[in-house]
């Protein structure tokens, strides 16, 4: 076992089963330091990572808003999954919390010898947790799974991947296409979790809902719509990680019973409220709260392979409909940003010439509706969420769209239902009240969003080939200056073709209870839970 500098038992570990016994470390120290240090300990009046020592070990207990739609990364087709997914699996590449600057992951270290050619070198003496080797043949199986097998939600991150090469025990060379500078951090989301290939062949499909990884935490058991259960990777192989022993997700869809568990100390932790929670919990003593700004984007996704969203002019009606100004204060409680394009005017990619697209102007809506052939209106048939803050959007959206002479129903179902039932093969509706919730490299956001065979291109609509090529444009060059230039053309591709209505940003709301020390938030606002420990 690898010492951990940051603990204090670091000159003299003391294992139970080749991990660190917390409890016992716990009654020896306070031995050792007698009475008076417990007291100290009990007031809270021990060095902050003295009290982290001393409090590791506990099921962090976490009230979750949505059910995932699969514990397997590469067939899973929710935003909402990472969180689960991140307690099973670790990414190749990883991201520094608050910058999404890319940073070792199970790649100890990368590069790109030419354009079209990137090789990663592998952390050694990596394990699965069902036992197997993590090494550059576990890699090739991962990423030619990733982009070939016909269930993969995931092959557009791949796309430019020609060939795996296992160049090395431990190593891999990744023959590309098209130069692909963003790849590295492609591989520090789903495409990059790594799955256990032998865990793979034997349980099939099953692996959706029974993973392997080599993550801090192993899979336990997930029962739909209630509770996901991980436990402590005993052979981790990062030294001090995790500080928890289990997590347990309870799934609750509504956010303000979600922030109540809290409240009641039910739960240790609530992620992803809406400013109407934030509100309440700064009322309520002895919770911690956590916001910050985020890439989670609230958006309109168009079918725009049948009609009526097939017309551009109807999806740029659409846009030009609805009052983001007026959205954020009435349905964030002005707590947000109103969005142009899937990029906040903070993010180093934003085009700040595009921030005066799509106005709210109603008049130019029905004169868009009219030229169309729409004059006497038309019928939107959209899917949406049950949840309070949900229910508020699509209210708002509803009227407003009403007040241009579109006339809005709703088919309601929970995240993964009616995710489903747009971006899967049923095609149930016209459009999805939704969100995206942002990726770590901007061309992964376009990508997955916009190129033809995309899953979140939710009818696979042709796509103009000028957006196609300045998609792959944006990946051609590692020149931070030249990949800006790039997204602005993207950008404006996208809001000159109106392949979405976006509406605004999220602030970033997480809740802690008491007892939860350690916890960070991140950019992408999907908590990663490694550092969490419990008082």
């Not at 089963?17 to 020896?28: K, N, Y």
């Not at 291109?457 to 792959?472: F, K, T, Y």
């Not at 960070?520 to 606002?525: A, D, E, T, V």
């Amino acid at each position: 076992m690898t010492k951990d500098p940051s603990n204090i038992f670091a000159g003299e570990p003391v294992a139970v089963g080749g991990r660190p016994a917390f409890a016992m470390d716990r009654r020896r120290f306070l031995s050792l330091l007698g009475a008076g240090a417990a007291g100290a300990a009990a007031a809270g009046m021990l060095p902050g990572h003295v009290r982290r020592a001393l409090a590791a070990g506990g099921v962090l207990k976490v009230a979750a808003p949505a059910n995932p739609s699969s514990m397997d990364p590469m067939t899973g087709g929710s935003g909402q999954d990472h969180p689960f997914l991140y307690t099973v699996f670790d990414t190749l590449v990883e991201w520094e919390y608050e910058s999404l600057d890319p940073k070792p992951g199970l790649a100890r270290a990368w590069s790109f010898p030419d354009p079209k050619t990137l090789v990663m070198d592998l952390q050694e003496g990596v394990k699965f947790h069902d036992g197997t080797d993590f090494n550059a043949e576990a890699v090739k199986f991962n990423l030619d799974r990733n982009r070939g097998d016909q269930r993969s939600n995931i092959k557009a991150d791949l796309i430019n991947v020609e060939a795996v090469e296992v160049t090395g025990p431990h190593q891999v060379t990744i023959r590309l296409k098209n130069p692909d500078a963003a790849l590295p951090m492609i591989l520090s989301d789903r495409a990059g979790m790594m799955c256990s290939p032998k865990a793979v062949k034997e349980k099939g499909d099953g692996h959706d809902r029974s993973p392997v990884g080599t993550g801090a935490w192993s899979f336990v058991a997930w029962n739909d719509n209630e509770k996901v259960v991980v436990k402590r990777n005993e052979g981790y192989w990062k030294a001090g990680t995790p500080k928890v022993d289990g997590i347990e997700f309870a799934i609750i869809p509504e956010l303000s019973t979600g922030l109540r568990s809290v409240m009641a100390g039910q739960n240790h932790f609530v992620y992803f409220l809406s400013p109407q929670q934030g509100l309440i919990a700064k009322r309520a003593p002895k919770l911690t709260t956590y916001t910050g700004p985020t890439l989670y984007c609230i958006q309109i996704y168009f079918n725009w392979a049948r009609k009526p969203l097939d017309d551009v002019r109807v999806r740029q009606a659409i846009n030009h409909a609805i009052d983001r100004d007026a959205f954020v204060k009435v349905t964030m409680n002005g707590i947000g940003e109103k969005a142009i394009t899937n990029l906040p005017s903070a993010h180093w990619a934003f085009d700040k010439e595009l921030a005066g697209y799509y106005p709210y102007d109603p008049d130019k809506a029905k004169a868009l509706l009219a030229e169309a052939g729409y004059a006497d209106g038309l019928d939107l048939h959209l899917g949406g969420y049950p949840d309070q803050s949900s229910v508020q959007r699509q209210e708002f959206i509803m009227e407003q769209l009403r007040q241009v002479g579109i006339r809005v129903r709703y088919s309601i179902g929970t995240i993964p239902e009616a995710s489903a039932a747009f971006f899967g093969n049923e095609k149930k509706t016209d459009a999805l009240v939704s969100a995206w919730t942002g990726r770590p490299d901007p061309s992964l956001t376009f990508s997955l969003m916009y190129l033809p065979d995309a899953y979140y291109n939710g009818g696979r609509g042709p796509v103009p080939d000028e957006l196609v090529q300045a998609i792959a444009a944006s990946r051609a060059s590692p020149d931070k200056e030249a990949r800006k230039a790039a997204f602005s053309k993207v950008q404006k591709l996208v809001l000159d073709n109106a392949l979405v209505c976006p509406l605004a940003f999220l602030s970033a709301l997480d809740v802690a209870g008491e007892k939860v020390e350690g916890y960070k938030p991140n950019l992408l606002n999907k908590p990663k839970l490694y550092d969490v420990a419990l008082a």
